[in-house]
């Protein structure tokens, strides 16, 4: 079995896949379409992070890849429709760089209140600057928190500690934490926050969100913050508004183009405003974090290769069979559609298997039924597990 893994992921994937007797490659750079349908012959496993992007070209061209693992929280970059067809198992690492995002959050959300960006610019050009004018705690002061997910939550529970008032909104309805107070509108969160900052998925239905008509609305002079996707902002408009004073400052860490490879040069309308932090999209890139995403998501790709599970996939049914003592497992990935269960039972039957063990579960069109069984399964019943209707994919685990 063969893994490729590209974008610098952690070398504790590397190893933990490599233990389990899988051939690791590794690629220090994203790749483009061409490069990666070129890189992926003879692959089982890929691997990979923000700036790849696998279309349903890719998975065409590799119709026997088994599984995908983005060693980051999004899977936007990957089409988990053609992935879910092709009977492609995706996982991502949902909660491990939470902490680290919060933390960059906070420390943001610290430094634009302080001004500490420009006065660290003011002395390294030899210019000694003393003074509190502009200088703001944020003990007091209303944070505004759009997308109250696994990294809104916790920062709303971290800021309250730090005496912030915390609102949020959410198109979800999700419990507040702590004494945050749920706004019915992002408009209702505009009005009354003096620091905004975003947190929302990478769902289609979020590009754009939050434009002129949103600059225009938050409170004179507060603070803006997009830590989560690069195409849910217009740019622009935030030149705009901060180059009138409108807002006072931003931090940015996520671009709607951004390069593919360390060194690569970097373009925005941002560039060269004294009250902007940018970061390249560090928000999850700690060492921690990483280690802990290599670990997780390394896991993962390795559990389904070799026992069929696919707990927290993202696009297929979950099923967590464990290790078996048996002579072999067979799963089958199938349209949901009544009777296929029994079919494979019957075939199994028909060619005197006796099933040890059977787990089975359903997500949307798709079904996935994991038989252990206690003989070795023909390759003549093989042939007829594979001919049943609406099979995706029949894969025979040892």
Known sequence: MRALLLENVHPTAVALLREAG????????ALGEADLVEALVGVDLLGIRSKTEVTARVLDARPDLLAV????????QIDLGAATERGIAAFNAPFSNTR????LAVA???AMARRLTERDKALHAGVWDKSATGSHEIRGRTLGIVGYGNIGSQLSVIAELLGMQVYFYDTDDK??????????SLNELLEVAETVTLHVDGRAGNAGIFGAEQFARMRPRSLFLNLSRGFVVDYAALHDSLASGHVAGAAVDVFPDEPKRRGDPFESPLRGLPNVILTPHVGGSTEEAQEDIGRFVGTKLRDYAHIGSTSLSVNLPTLAPGRSDHAQRIAHIHQNTPGVLAEVNQILAGHEVNIGGQLLATRGHTGYVVTDTDSVVSDDALKDLGQIPGTTRLRVLD
Do not use: H, K, P
Not at 100 to 103: A, F, I
């Open 22 to 29: 899988v051939e690791v490659e590794t690629v220090d750079g």
């Open 69 to 76: 693992g983005a060693f980051c929280i999004g899977t936007n």
């Open 100 to 103: 680290s995002v919060v933390e």
């Open 175 to 184: 419990l507040a934490l702590g004494n945050a107070r749920r706004c019915s």
């Open 108 to 110: 943001n959300i610290i």
